[in-house]
């Protein structure tokens, strides 16, 4: 659970030095990892760990949205992510604009924070 709390947080760091120097579809992807990353942390606390994304996130929906121990808005958060990550990703012609990357980073620092504090709670 620590390893990965700290491989977030070490995410989140890759994507602000990304989105400071203008690389903002890579800074993007960093951000949905940071996400990614911390609600495996989340998983690791339940010794839960899926091999694709899709188990993870329908996980932490089914466990931790719809019982309500997190906001119903980290579903979004996570899903948006998931959705722009994939168009830097994959999409030739995807434009990432400096709005999305800060729009990214912030909500990622925010989820961080979030999850965070939720696994120093539950110990």
Known sequence: MNYRLNNAKEKLESAKLLLDAGKYRDSIGR?????????????????????????????????????????????????????????????????????DAEEQFHKAVEFYDEIFAFLSNSK
């Open 31 to 99: 951000s949905y990892y940071a996400i990614f990353t911390a609600v495996r942390a989340v998983l690791a606390n339940d010794r839960m760990d899926f091999s694709k994304h899709a188990g993870v996130i329908a996980y932490f929906q089914k466990e931790y949205i719809k019982t309500g121990k997190f906001d119903v808005k980290y579903s979004r958060y996570l899903q948006t992510a998931f959705q722009i990550r994939n168009s830097c990703d994959y999409d030739d012609f995807f434009i990432a604009s400096k709005q």
